[in-house]
């Protein structure tokens, strides 16, 4: 069983930076598929990125080429690297992991608490 701790969220300018964590806890984290989600208010969840081992992963149209997913196995942590970041990135931000490699939340078993990004313009 895996439990997963994000953090890195913040208040930052368009074009700013921010990288996110998320920190498994958990023998199966070296197992699972990893993936970030986010939802912003009056939205549903959308998926970000996701990535199996060290592919180069896979991300939604709107932040390909922005942000890099990547994950340090001896760390037991997932990382989101956000660049050039848009007001329209302003949501709760949440890693979850699970078996599939899909970008649909439902194939997702365990999920952090979530971490709050803001973009102002």
């Known amino acids: 069983q895996a439990q997963l701790v994000g953090s890195g969220g913040g208040v930052v300018q368009a074009g700013d930076s921010l990288k996110l964590s998320c920190e498994a806890s958990g023998d199966t984290f070296k197992t699972y598929i990893l993936g970030w989600f986010r939802q912003a208010p009056g939205n549903e969840r959308e998926f970000v990125a996701s990535?199996?081992?060290?592919?180069?992963?896979k991300y939604s149209d709107s932040v390909k080429g922005r942000f890099t997913i990547s994950r340090d196995h001896a760390k037991n942590t997932a990382y989101l690297q956000m660049n050039n970041l848009k007001p329209e990135d302003t949501a709760v931000y949440y890693c979850?992991?699970?078996?599939?490699?899909?970008?649909?939340?439902?194939?997702?078993?365990?999920w952090g608490q979530g971490t709050q990004v803001t973009v102002s313009s």
């Open positions: 990535i199996m081992w060290t592919d180069g992963g």
């Open positions: 979850a992991a699970g078996t599939r490699y899909t970008t649909n939340g439902d194939d997702y078993y365990y």
